[in-house]
Structures are given as structure tokens and as C-alpha cells.
């Protein structure tokens, strides 16, 4: 019969091996989602607020342009469509497509 010394003993070498498993498993995952995150450089530096200025001195046409884009939920893409430099000059001028 086992005394009380070894079943203590090797209960602790459980958790201490569970514990070591648990530590590299989360140094592990912090290692592979730790990598810095990558972005695409913008097109032309400020184009979008140079564009915008541009619309807003031309007149009150460009305030109900962003009217209409309020009532159609938003202007994210076509903030990134512009960005991207996928709406044709032809559309409206866009410094970011050059």
C-alpha cells in the first residue's frame, strides 16, 4: 500500500506537468498571434481629405451627397472604394486613383 508521501508526490508531479503543458501551449499561441499585423500602403498621402475638401468648395451639391450617404447607411465603403482608387475619375474627381 502506497503511504500518503507518495500520493501526495505524484499528485504534484500532475499538476506540475499539466501546468508546464498549459504554460508552453499559451507561450505557443502567443508566439504564433504575436506576429505583427500587415497593412497596404495607401495610394497617395491624403488624397481622401484633399478629395473632400475639393467637393465641399465646389457647393451644397457635396452636402447632399453625404445626405444621401447617411440615409443609405454609411459611407464605409465607399470611403475604402475610394481609398482604393476604384471609383473612376469620370465618377467624380479622385486624386487616390492616380
Known amino acids: 500500500m502506497a503511504g500518503i ?12 506537468a499539466r501546468s508546464i503543458t498549459a504554460g508552453l501551449g499559451a507561450a505557443t499561441i502567443a508566439v504564433a498571434l504575436g506576429a505583427p499585423a500587415t497593412a497596404a500602403q495607401p495610394n ?3 488624397c481622401l ?7 465641399a468648395e ?13 440615409d443609405d447607411g454609411g459611407v464605409g465603403d ?3 472604394a475610394h481609398l482604393a482608387g476604384d471609383i473612376p475619375d469620370a465618377a467624380i474627381p479622385n486624386r487616390c486613383n492616380d
Open 44 to 46: 497617395h498621402q491624403a
Open 78 to 80: 465607399e470611403i475604402q
Open 5 to 16: 508521501g507518495e500520493e501526495v508526490d505524484s499528485r504534484i508531479r500532475r499538476v506540475l
Open 58 to 70: 465646389a457647393g451644397p451639391g457635396f452636402g447632399a451627397f453625404v445626405s444621401g450617404l447617411a
Open 49 to 55: 481629405g484633399h478629395d473632400i475638401r475639393a467637393y
